[in-house]
């Protein structure tokens, strides 16, 4: 389903109960994250929020996208599943064998829906420029400020357009942009997306890059513009999939070589110039939940912005989960698994990625098992897929469990785990704002196979019968005898998942490494496979936070610290290490960020006005709970 525009879908979540507007005033300088950092944990995504008293004349939406529900109305399917289904009825029916001129005939059909799919660029102005700034200047339009320590204001929903100065091929990304004046932002993409390499490819040839940001318009073109196409695959071929009709493209009025959507609410035209010097950019509180720190990022100059008469102007915010783009991030896993099927790996079943791993930290993957070794075959085609190059964490499972429900998940993983011989380490590409990595955008993986096993991937562990005491017995005893242990779940064992999360205050260089060894050394420990090491500030007895922080944290080939048993050397227990990394302690050579929270002041201000927001009881912070996690006051943590 094509939404006409943004005030149409606007209008459709306000008619399905799925918004709320704002009249009292907020400030878009940290009290419109701040509330929506309230109302997106709230349970099952809150409500999508439109603030109508900004100081500025347009209004704000956010968490448009905050929900299932939400997700599905903006692209226009009753759920999230049906879009993967017919991609994989599409790509069944072209493949199929074509035996008779009929079969062929019954082709034509589909052939023609994909060409009226196809974006096509219309002759004159479209309603993204119903006004013309006559001076532009981006800071008229209510740029949000997220976090206290975010370098400035971020354009944070803007979809972005490039093109292939050789090709004129079209890439539409999303990548975030702060706000330095009224006519300069930066532009941070980063070394592996398709516009960074438009971007060379202009600077070789010592040319400015026309640019161009559509802001609003169809939901479907900022979900498109986050989604993993290979390179070649226009994003504007997804969103005319997706919505069922083409994209209508118009020229933009001073870089007429970019086409941009005629119902987007805003376009930002302008240029970036090869032979700038770059801008310092950042801090930017993530989607990883924490700062990522500042570097060196193309500017971007403006040189129009038009708008239409009624624009909104989308933002989002993104930190510790969950968040609004946990949502997008479903979509993409749903969507996109059946071309993960169809394409390189035909044995996988379905697909999770846990909200609490931020997407690429980690990725559950269902198979059906056929044979010894498969497990790996799977593990080597994903990490070499797309952007699931940038996975830290593959969990893989078999046809015979459900991988959504994680306790049946967890109990079966370790049931078929030999922490000796089924779990792998490699290395290889990560996401530039992984901060546990020691080289940037460079670090370890583990893949760990919990697949039910041929006779010929077992080794015998010689660990048959063993079991362990109550669970309070292992954490009393823990706690006893390790005094820089300040806090230890066991409560998993009682699960039949024989897996422990420690919370240390690391002291020493070497401590997890020699704390896991004097652990899996004492003989009620004997059967725990596997430990997991976090900061003594956190909660191990809160799961999500607990994985949330450990995922984070960790480099799994560096991090990772097997015992081996003297009288058992096919069996062993797996630590590893999710604290934060330190010259002091671990010879870790990289600034590491802090974590988000939003500050006293805010909070307080919102706390204030709440009864007046219309937003109904009472909600706390959520940073309230984070604020003893804290390293100090700053983005970045001082080593």
């Excluded at 990883?288 to 971007?300: E, I, K, N, Q, V």
């Excluded at 196979?449 to 017995?473: C, N, R, W, Y």
């Excluded at 809160?542 to 081996?564: E, G, I």
């Amino acid at each position: 389903m094509a939404w006409k525009d943004q005030q149409a879908f606007i209008d459709a979540l306000e008619m399905a109960g799925e918004l709320v507007r704002i009249k009292t005033y907020v400030d878009p300088h940290l009290e419109i994250a701040e509330i929506t950092d309230r109302i997106s944990k709230s349970g099952g995504g809150g409500k999508a929020l439109l603030f109508e008293n900004t100081g500025y004349d347009f209004p704000v939406l956010m968490n448009a996208y905050g929900s299932e529900r939400r997700m599905c109305m903006a692209l226009g399917v009753s759920d999230l599943d049906e879009t993967a289904r017919e991609i994989e009825d599409l790509f069944k029916m072209i493949s199929a064998p074509k035996e008779s001129m009929l079969d062929k005939l019954k082709l034509l059909p589909k052939l023609g829906a994909f060409a009226s799919w196809m974006p096509a660029v219309k002759k004159g102005r479209g309603a993204c420029q119903e006004v013309i700034m006559t001076t532009p200047d981006i800071t008229k339009v209510p740029v949000i400020t997220c976090w206290p320590k975010d370098g400035g204001p971020f354009v944070t929903l803007p979809v972005i357009h490039t093109k292939d100065p050789h090709t004129q091929s079209r890439n539409v990304g999303m990548y975030r942009m702060q706000v330095f004046g009224p006519t300069l932002t930066g532009m941070h993409w980063h070394k592996h997306k398709v516009s960074a390499k438009h971007f060379n490819e202009y600077k070789k040839l010592g040319k400015k890059m026309p640019v161009a940001v559509a802001l609003g318009g169809d939901p479907v073109y900022a979900y498109s513009a986050t989604a993993p196409l290979p390179e070649n695959v226009d994003e504007y071929m997804l969103a005319g999939f997706l919505r069922k009709k083409k994209v209508e493209l118009v020229k933009c009025i001073t870089q007429p070589e970019i086409e941009v959507p005629a119902d987007a609410d805003f376009i930002i035209e302008g240029y970036v110039d090869p032979a700038d010097d770059l801008i310092w950019e950042g801090p930017f509180g993530d989607h990883t939940g924490y700062y990522s720190l500042p570097d060196w990022y193309p500017r971007f100059h403006i040189t129009g912005i038009t708008h239409r008469k009624n624009a909104v102007y989308p933002a989002t915010i993104v930190g510790i989960p969950p968040q609004e783009d946990a949502w997008l991030g479903k979509a993409t896993e749903r969507i996109f698994l059946a071309p993960i099927k169809m394409t390189m790996v035909p044995e996988i079943m379905d697909m999770d990625m846990p909200v609490e791993g931020v997407f690429h930290n980690l990725v559950i993957t269902k198979i059906n098992k056929e044979y010894a070794g498969q497990g790996q075959k799977v593990m080597n085609a994903m990490w070499g897929a797309g952007q699931m190059m940038f996975n830290k964490i593959l969990v893989l499972a078999d046809q015979h469990i459900r991988i959504q429900d994680y306790s049946a998940l967890a109990r079966y993983v370790f049931k078929n785990l030999n922490p000796v011989t089924d779990v792998v380490f490699s290395s290889g590409p990560m996401d530039v704002l992984d901060h546990s990595c020691s080289k940037m955008g460079f670090g370890g993986k583990m893949c760990i196979d919990g697949t039910s096993k041929f006779p010929e991937e077992i080794e015998e562990d010689g660990l048959s019968g063993v079991s362990l005491p109550p669970a309070s017995q292992i954490a009393d005893r823990l706690l006893q005898q390790f005094s820089e242990i300040k806090s230890v779940n066991a409560l998993l064992t009682e699960q039949d998942i024989p897996c422990l999360i420690v919370g240390v205050k690391k002291e020493r260089p070497g401590h997890i490494r020699s704390l896991h060894s004097s652990i899996a050394s004492i003989d009620f420990c004997r059967g725990i496979k596997m430990i997991l090491y976090v900061e003594h500030t956190v909660d191990p007895l809160d799961l999500p936070t607990a994985l949330w922080r450990f995922c984070n944290n960790l480099d799994p080939k560096r991090d990772q610290h097997l015992h081996r048993y003297d009288d058992a050397h096919l069996a062993g227990c797996l630590g590893l290490d999710g604290t934060r990394k330190t010259k002091q302690h671990d010879n870790f050579q990289r600034d590491w960020p802090n974590i988000i929270v939003a500050n006293e002041a805010t909070i307080q201000a919102v706390d204030e006005k709440w009864d007046n927001l219309n937003l109904g009881p009472f909600i706390t912070s959520p940073s309230l709970k984070y604020k003893d996690q804290l390293y100090g006051s700053e983005a970045i943590v001082d080593q």
